[in-house]
């Protein structure tokens, strides 16, 4: 009863409810994935992997938007954004995240925040309950189809996860930037509690 309360709610977007991804790739290739530091720490329980070998960072001019909404660590190479790290995929001839193999995401189940809400952008209601406005991100090109069916409750979910996680990473970068700015990215991963 509440996913059709909600569902018609929604001043517009409903449609998108039925989006399915038809991985085409383009999400995980020719795009910086912004991360944070409990993205970082998820996939370094499922991988294995030191902070390191996740994630780098990046000047603004690196970003379509010049990193316009996101947050800047001050490191000794300047003002970067920590994202997941890439590598060139030599079968698809382009740039792709480093997880990214053959046409399939190979952390799918410690992904970063922002790859579980990718590509909905979703307006919720002063409680953040209810979805009153949903729609498709166009910074990417996706070939997505609306054959599918996506839970409002889980989107919303997901949405509510990738701001309180946002919020948290502000606070972080912010004491990195007021306390520690100008330090290396080692020292940064330090800081988080990374290494």
């Known amino acids: 009863m509440a996913n059709q309360l909600t569902r018609r709610k929604m001043q517009s977007g409903e449609k998108f409810l039925k989006f399915r991804c038809t991985d085409c790739g383009n999400c995980c290739t020719d795009t910086l994935v912004p991360v944070t530091h409990l993205d970082i720490k998820r996939l370094m329980l499922g991988t294995k992997l030191p902070a390191s070998q996740i994630a780098e960072f990046y000047k603004s001019s690196e970003f379509a938007d010049e990193g316009e909404g996101l947050q800047f660590v001050e490191l000794d190479l300047g003002a970067r954004v920590m994202c997941l790290k890439k590598r060139y995929d030599e079968k698809e001839e382009r740039e792709a995240c ?16 922002t790859c579980r809400v990718w590509p909905f952008t979703l307006s919720l209601d002063s ?69």
Request: some cysteine; hydrophobic content about 30%.
């Open 98 to 113: 480093k997880f990214y193999r053959d046409q399939r995401c190979t952390v799918y189940e410690h992904r970063p925040v």
């Open 127 to 195: 409680e953040g309950r209810r979805i009153t406005k949903m729609s498709i991100n166009d910074a990417l090109p996706c070939p997505y189809e609306l054959d599918g069916m996506n839970e409002p409750k889980q989107l919303i979910k997901n949405w509510t996860w990738d701001d309180q996680q946002d919020d948290e990473w502000e606070k972080s970068v912010k004491l990195w930037n007021d306390t520690h700015a100008g330090g290396s990215a080692e020292e940064f991963f330090k800081f988080l509690y990374l290494v």
